[in-house]
């Protein structure tokens, strides 16, 4: 490389971070000297420091441009180490515009180099630029490898804060994972790894994230504690983005302590202090003020906050807002009596939870790759040849099939109709079951013991619903739903879901898994959900009870609600637990059912 070129580049990278004005000349007048002289190794250098230049001036189409120039002349040249960079800095670019599947692509082919390199300290970036962009896409456990891997190389370079930040985001996905434990064991990890780490921010996010995590356990002081702590950090530390998301964080704790006028003010204070620099925080804030409208029943209030998080939760993509935004908005508008909206809105709910169950499930069945149970998928094969019945002229058999998925009367109305509308059915009783500390206990099992099992399982579980006049609606997982009253009306409907919740705990006793099984009686609005591969499904207030009762149970009991407790209290005897708290919920009276 000419010495006058060579010269032009150190120049140009000296005065990057502080005046980037000259950085952009002298990088410019280096690419023209390489472009004279024919130097493809100058061109991919000058290409990259340009791209550099306007990447931290916030210009990244143009920097996107410089990057790919990097790229291509760099290979040009054969100069590894700078295609794995300028890779590196485009994936960097596609990660801030939202560009998941080119982010990946540029940071697999950047890592693959640095592999070949034996860069390890590279190795270790590009794995942590991976796992942010499987973190973003929802791929958990592709982002926990990563995120393992690059906290391995880390602590062996002797990186603390590098390695702290990567169990930091390990810890993240334990938690939307729901393992809090687990959560925060990483969050305290990586504070011990900060220590003597001049990274106070990182500081701050790992104690938001560990209050959060406290505060999904219900050990409500030191949650309080820690977010306060993060709160007052970020104040003093000028972040308010760390700010936001302590607020967020403590509006949630004050939901779950019922005290919604502290929460109210936590939102307010939020959405005016905030200026956008933390869409996520905002989007909790409205959904929180959302929430307190729904309990003050100021339904339109409730609406406008709400759909303000909805857009939100699209504009930044995030899943999760999206999901619990949804679920709200579908109560507001039955509430409101738009029951088109409420089912529109339904659809949109179980399409995004089934979207996050499939990398749930991906953990917690490692190698099997199903969205659904057995069973499921075996309806689902079902379902398939039903659309094409005409076809291979099978209307008798298809008939028996549509029958065999869907409630008599809705399979009739479907098969006649090519439709079934929603209906509200104002008195029914819903069980929900879930297997305690599933993961854990199958952990050993083969897959193919492990659906094996599931299956004898949900066999006998469907068994009992039937004996007992209960519709299944659908496993989740590891969870059974169930339904009695639907699609017809049943006065006994209470009496039938607790006969049935008895002889499915009684059932599952000695066996390899615990379960808890919770029940609530109420309203609801069943419907078929989708146009592919449908299925009959039931929302509202009383689903989401319901699945509190079961997640606030305990193994091997049958916890009912107030509302189920006044039906069946001269049929069963019950064991009174007091109020206790139920996620988004407030205090409930839950009652144990004696067999």
């Given amino acids: 490389m000419p010495q006058d070129l060579g010269q032009l580049l150190i120049e140009a990278d000296a005065k990057l971070n502080t005046e980037p004005t000259i950085s952009r000349q002298q990088a410019i007048a280096a690419l023209e000297l390489a472009i004279a002289t024919g130097n493809p190794k100058g061109m991919a250098d000058a290409y990259y420091l340009l791209g550099k230049v306007e990447y931290l001036s916030n210009n990244t189409t143009a920097g996107l441009d410089y990057f790919r120039n990097a790229i291509k002349y760099a290979d040009k040249a054969g100069d590894p180490k700078k295609l794995a960079a300028s890779l590196n800095n485009a994936g960097l670019i596609f990660f801030q515009l939202g560009k998941w599947a080119e982010a990946k692509e540029a940071y697999h082919q950047s890592l693959e180099i640095k592999e070949r390199l034996k860069d390890e300290r590279g190795v270790a970036i590009s794995c942590s630029n991976l796992g942010g962009v499987f973190f973003q896409t929802a791929n958990y456990p592709q982002a926990l490898h990563y995120f393992v891997r690059?906290?391995?190389?880390?602590?062996?370079?002797?990186?603390a804060s590098h390695a702290a930040t990567a169990t930091y985001n390990a810890g993240l996905i334990h938690s939307i994972d729901k393992n809090y434990e687990s959560a925060i064991r990483c969050y305290q990890i990586a504070l011990q790894k900060l220590v003597g780490e001049d990274d106070i921010l990182q500081h701050i996010n790992v104690l938001i994230n560990m209050g959060d995590s406290y505060r999904e356990l219900r050990l409500y002081e030191q949650a309080q504690n820690y977010l306060e702590q993060s709160v007052a950090l970020s104040r003093q530390q000028q972040y308010p983005v760390g700010e936001a998301a302590a607020l967020a964080n403590l509006s949630e704790l004050y939901m779950n302590l019922s005290d919604y006028p502290k929460a109210a003010e936590v939102c307010h204070h939020l959405l005016q202090t905030d200026s956008g620099v933390n869409k996520n925080a905002r989007v909790v804030a409205h959904l929180n003020l959302g929430r307190i409208y729904f309990i003050k029943d100021e339904m339109e209030s409730a609406r406008q906050q709400l759909n303000e998080a909805l857009h939100l939760a699209k504009a930044i993509e995030n899943k999760h807002h999206l999901k619990d935004v949804l679920s709200h908005?579908?109560?507001?508008?039955?509430?409101?009596?738009?029951?088109?909206?409420?089912?529109?809105?339904?659809?949109?709910?179980?399409?995004?939870?089934?979207?996050?169950?499939?990398?749930?499930?991906?953990?917690?069945?490692?190698e099997i790759q199903f969205q659904h149970d057995l069973e499921n998928k075996q309806k689902e094969t079902e379902i398939e040849r039903l659309r094409n019945v005409e076809l291979k002229a099978e209307k008798e058999k298809s008939d028996s099939l549509l029958k065999n998925i869907l409630p008599d009367a809705i399979a009739e109305e479907l098969k006649n109709t090519g439709k079934a509308e929603p209906k509200l059915l104002e008195q029914v009783s819903v069980l929900f079951t879930d297997?305690?500390?599933?993961?854990?206990?199958?952990?050993?099992?083969?897959?193919?013991?492990?659906?094996?099992?599931?299956?004898?399982?949900?066999?006998?579980?469907?068994?009992?619903?039937?004996?007992?006049?209960?519709?299944?609606?659908?496993?989740i997982g590891d969870s059974y739903m169930a339904a009695a009253g639907i699609p017809h009306p049943d006065t006994q409907h209470a009496r039938n879901a607790v006969a049935a919740a008895l002889e499915i705990a009684s059932f599952m006793s000695g066996k390899k898994f615990e379960i808890r099984i919770g029940i609530h009686s109420g309203p609801v609005v069943a419907g078929i959900v989708g146009i592919h591969k449908f299925q009959y499904d039931i929302w509202g207030d009383t689903v989401n009870t319901a699945s509190r009762m079961?997640?606030?149970?305990?193994?091997?009991?049958?916890?009912?609600?107030?509302?189920?407790?006044?039906?069946?209290?001269?049929?069963?005897?019950?064991?009174?637990?007091?109020?206790?708290?139920a996620k988004n919920k407030g205090m409930l009276k839950m009652y144990f059912v004696i067999p």
Avoid: W
């Fill in 435 to 475: 297997f305690v500390h599933f993961t854990q206990a199958s952990e050993g099992m083969s897959p193919q013991a492990l659906v094996n099992e599931l299956h004898c399982l949900f066999k006998a579980f469907d068994e009992i619903a039937q004996r007992h006049h209960l519709e299944k609606i659908k496993t």
């Fill in 329 to 366: 908005l579908i109560h507001v508008y039955a509430k409101l009596g738009d029951y088109k909206k409420a089912f529109e809105n339904q659809q949109e709910y179980q399409i995004t939870r089934e979207e996050l169950y499939d990398s749930r499930i991906d953990r917690k069945l490692a």
């Fill in 150 to 159: 690059a906290q391995t190389i880390f602590d062996a370079l002797g990186e």
């Fill in 550 to 581: 079961e997640s606030s149970g305990a193994p091997g009991r049958v916890n009912i609600s107030e509302a189920t407790y006044a039906l069946v209290k001269e049929h069963y005897h019950t064991e009174y637990r007091g109020e206790i708290a």
